[in-house]
């Protein structure tokens, strides 16, 4: 019987926690309580000292093709477990708020939440064969889970709002044109992995994490809030052993060996 542990790997190596969705007969479509292990595996690895960068991808030849469709066919009250005890940190965005860097691998088709959970990255790779679509309209729903908030911030209102109404589909290259995805790689685990890896070896995580808040209010600051919050940020920056370590790893011309993000 699969148990609810089942539904999403995790794995820790070499200080990257890679993160699988794993209901591969389905296309890794999520079921009630799956979002919820994902998320939460998110906050593991956010926590954990050891993990410096997170890979997102799904078992099989698919991403997440979004809601399972049987779950969807038995009416509100099955779709109510969607919803339950969900906030911002529960959902596909929780890996904006993460310190973390998260990198997503689009391995296959990405629909629905699926398509929410690939754009709420720090960084997304996807597969030449890849589709992605939001499919919302086309279900008769809404932009769910933020996903228009998140949608207008890679791509512009007008691709935003063409890409919800429709509900149609892309292919990975025309994802890239659009710059949903950073980058189409044959071998897109990888890809994200070399991404992850570059991070987590070369840069400060309390620095990456900083500068994930700073991004996620561009949106509500003006020029001087946003200058006046960067010079407090800086003096804290100073005053940590971050830049001292930087400075002696490129003297002694060695990777850095940052202190790991306190939150």
């Not at 691998?105 to 939001?134: K, Y």
């Not at 044109?177 to 070369?202: F, K, Q």
């Amino acid at each position: 019987m699969t148990t609810p542990s089942d539904l999403v790997r995790y794995e820790v190596t070499d200080g990257i926690a890679l993160i699988t969705l794993n209901r591969p007969d389905r296309l890794n479509a999520l079921v009630p309580g799956m979002g919820d292990i994902y998320a939460d595996l998110l906050h593991r690895a956010d926590a954990d000292p050891v993990v410096r960068a997170i890979v997102v991808t799904g078992a099989g030849r698919g991403f997440c093709s979004g809601a399972d469709l049987s779950v969807l066919a038995e009416g509100p009250d099955a779709l109510d477990g969607y919803l339950d005890g969900q906030h911002v940190d529960s959902l596909p965005t929780a890996a904006l708020r993460i310190g973390t860097p998260v990198a997503t691998a689009i391995n296959g088709p990405c629909a629905g939440i699926g398509f929410v959970l690939a754009l709420c990255a720090d960084a997304r790779f996807a597969h030449p064969s890849a589709t992605l679509s939001t499919s919302f309209s086309r279900l008769g729903l809404i932009a769910e889970y933020g996903v228009a908030w998140v949608l207008t911030r890679l791509a512009g209102l007008a691709t935003a709002t063409d890409l919800l109404l429709t509900g149609r589909t892309l292919t990975a290259a025309e994802a890239f044109d659009l710059g949903l995805v950073n980058a189409v790689d044959d071998d897109v685990v990888g890809a994200a992995m070399a991404w992850a890896r570059g991070v987590a070896e070369n840069c400060s995580p309390t620095a990456m994490a900083v500068m994930k808040r700073q991004l996620l209010l561009v949106d509500t600051q003006d020029l001087t809030a946003a200058v006046d919050s960067s010079l407090v940020e800086m003096r804290a920056a100073f005053q940590r052993p971050d830049i001292t370590e930087a400075i002696t790893a490129k003297i002694e011309q060695r990777p850095p060996a940052f202190p790991g993000y306190a939150g």
